[in-house]
């Protein structure tokens, strides 16, 4: 293999240059601002937040010039024309950085990332727009992705490299050379060289691709001797499932939809793989698997829209979940599609993905106003049967509400606030939530805190930990309150810390179950601390002596009395979480600083975690 030489590596850098100059500028503005936020004091994020923006509008912006400048060679328009077509995408993509808010909510990543999907299909198909070269369309791409999996390859050789020489001057000459520069390192080679590197290799005559017939050996073995067989796996566990299903009337759960989804994806990638030998007579197995497979997707759709119709009635409508349901009608349209055609005209894979992408999340019918509506309802149902919303607003409620409704409130809160930010709950309240909801800088925006406070408006319980069962998972803590208080040893004889961790040790419904910790105190004396977390009972103890204490009793009585604290943890005194236990042998003196459990029906029912510090002093 013959070594490309500078020059002819800058004569190729130059004429990409020339071929995708906005391409190219969008990558390096967009890498220039990536190497520049790297650092940024993200306390003050939000001053800075249109970098961020710029930084989303060049990653969209790059597939989408592409996607421009290859249609335009392929339609050979005139200079002027072209520059009308490329100021029409500039003209979109300072639409859409305007578009963003300042403080990026989760629909604006969704919105970006389904961009993203939908420029990067138009890539593959941009130069067969009206040019129905079925070959021609698959060489194109084949390029393509051969030369993104090259790509990858030499990027990942280059930072790992590079890392090296950096870590060696670091080491060996005692340079102090900081770790963002690694990340700074590896946004270059993955904006700039990377971008340059593959947009080099995209070809350029078109018209030429219908004649050739290059299949690259190492693609067929990949496909016929890796991904054949692993699909043809998933697709024997997927049709037991399905079995089960049909004999024990299980319907199936929602997270079939990942896996159906998985098969259909792979298996639909292997025949693009394999699409030019499939009509080769020879390749009777090639042919088989086509046909057998896509026939074979039907009845799993079916198992799909089962589970995800079952999702969808029990907890509405959202982007997720609708997302879901575009994806079976999609793999059941693009199945039925190239059956009919007999599996020639596969240019429809990407046409369809970019027309149900942009559809999705543009016009008045996008997902993000149909998930916001219908969970809205939702929640206000929920609130007007527990009569927290009269005449259309929150009022306060004295009684305490079912978990499973607590749980399904807070939910829907933290989605809606999350997803489509605090102001489509403004309606609900009267206080104005553009108070409660403070976000400091960007990056650290999140919901906890204006949620919190608005399940205080309403009366209830902040619960999120075990959505939709019986328990609460309740934690009190005096570790961040008055924890640099020196806690006095004066009249003791020995302090040990206690530390039971019961997650990993509890047998699931033995009533029964012990945990046991034993501390040496000197050479003829030991004290045992023995769980029982189901009871919330424990004993210590000493010598011939043993003391009992029931935690539930005090935790019962901390939760009456819980005011917040942070990390989530309810915050408790450190006096009211302090016990003494005496007996003939010794005094103990216990400050809880942990303790953790699960709550059912307004009572502690499972011990989960204690950390405590203990005294002991020996009664003589």
């Known amino acids: ?9 800058i004569r190729k850098s130059k004429s990409s240059l020339i071929r995708f100059p906005f391409s190219l500028f969008v990558a390096i503005l967009g890498t220039i601002t990536a190497i520049y ?3 940024f004091d993200y306390t003050n994020y939000t001053d800075y937040s249109n970098l961020y923006h710029l930084i989303m509008t060049c990653a969209i912006g790059l597939p989408m010039f592409l996607a421009i400048t290859i249609f335009s060679e392929r339609l050979e328009v005139t200079k002027i024309l072209k520059f009308v077509i490329r100021s029409s995408g500039f003209i979109f993509l300072l639409f859409y950085f305007l578009s963003l808010p300042d403080v990026i909510l989760d629909k604006n990543m969704v919105r970006f990332v389904i961009y993203l999907i939908g420029f990067n299909a138009i890539v593959s198909f941009s130069p067969f727009i009206g040019f129905k070269k079925h070959n021609a369309f698959w060489q194109f791409n084949k390029s393509l992705f051969l030369r993104l999996l090259l790509t990858a390859l030499y990027a990942g050789v280059l930072y790992v490299g590079i890392s090296l020489a950096i870590l060696a001057v670091d080491k060996l000459f005692g340079v102090d050379i900081r770790g963002e520069w690694y990340l700074r390192l590896w946004v270059f080679i ?6 340059w590197f593959f947009i080099s290799g995209i070809p350029k005559y078109f018209d030429k691709l219908e004649g050739v017939h290059i299949y690259p050996k190492g693609i067929k073995i990949f496909t016929q001797y890796i991904l054949l ?9 997927l049709y037991a499932y399905f079995a089960k299903v049909l004999i024990t009337r299980d319907w199936p759960v929602g997270w079939v939809v990942y896996l159906v989804s998985g098969y259909s994806f792979l298996g639909i990638f292997s025949f693009l793989l394999i699409y030019p030998i499939y009509n080769i007579q020879q390749n009777k ?3 088989l698997f086509t046909k057998i497979f896509f026939y074979s997707v039907f009845p799993l759709l079916i198992m799909f829209f089962i589970a995800i119709s079952k999702r969808i009635s029990e907890y509405g409508f959202t982007e997720n979940r609708i997302f879901i349901l575009l994806t079976g009608i999609w793999l059941t349209f693009i199945s039925l599609y190239l059956i009919i055609t007999k599996y020639k005209k596969i240019r429809m894979v990407p046409v369809s993905i970019v027309i149900i992408a942009f559809l999705s999340v543009s016009g008045p019918w996008n997902v993000f106003k149909i998930s916001k509506w219908n969970q809205k309802q939702r929640l206000e149902n929920i609130l007007i049967k527990n009569n927290i919303l009269k005449d259309g607003k929150v009022v306060k409620t004295t009684k305490t509400i079912d978990t499973k409704d607590d749980v399904e409130i807070c939910s829907l809160l933290t989605y809606l606030a999350d997803m489509h930010g605090h102001k489509c709950l403004q ?3 009267n206080q104005n939530l553009d108070t409660i909801f403070k976000a400091d800088s960007v990056r650290y925006y999140t919901s906890y805190d204006g949620i919190k406070k608005l399940t205080e408006i309403m009366g209830i319980e902040y619960n999120t930990y075990m959505p939709y069962t019986d328990k609460i998972q309740c934690t009190f803590s005096c570790q961040y309150s008055d924890s640099d208080i020196p806690l006095q040893v004066s009249g003791y004889d020995y302090f040990l810390k206690y530390r039971s961790y019961c997650y990993n040790n509890v047998e699931k419904n033995n009533m029964d179950t012990t945990i046991t910790n034993s501390y040496k105190l000197n050479d003829s004396s030991e004290i045992k601390f023995l769980l029982i977390p189901y009871e919330g009972k424990l004993s210590v103890l000493q010598n011939d002596t043993t003391i009992n204490f029931k935690v539930f009793d005090l935790m019962n009585k901390l939760y009456k009395n819980k005011k917040d604290g942070n990390y989530g943890y309810y915050q408790a005194d450190k006096k009211d979480m302090t016990i003494f236990l005496n007996s003939s042998d010794s005094s103990i003196k216990i400050v809880f600083t942990l303790l953790s459990g699960s709550i059912e029906n307004n009572k502690f029912n499972i011990l989960q975690e204690i950390q405590a510090d203990v005294l002991v002093r020996n009664n003589e």
């Open 1 to 9: 293999m013959k070594i490309p030489s500078l020059k002819y590596l």
């Open 37 to 39: 936020v790297i650092d």
């Open 190 to 195: 993955a904006g700039i060289f990377s971008v």
């Open 229 to 237: 067989p692993i699909v043809t796996v998933y697709a024997i566990i």
């Open 285 to 287: 197995g090639v042919r």
């Open 427 to 429: 309606s609900l309240f």
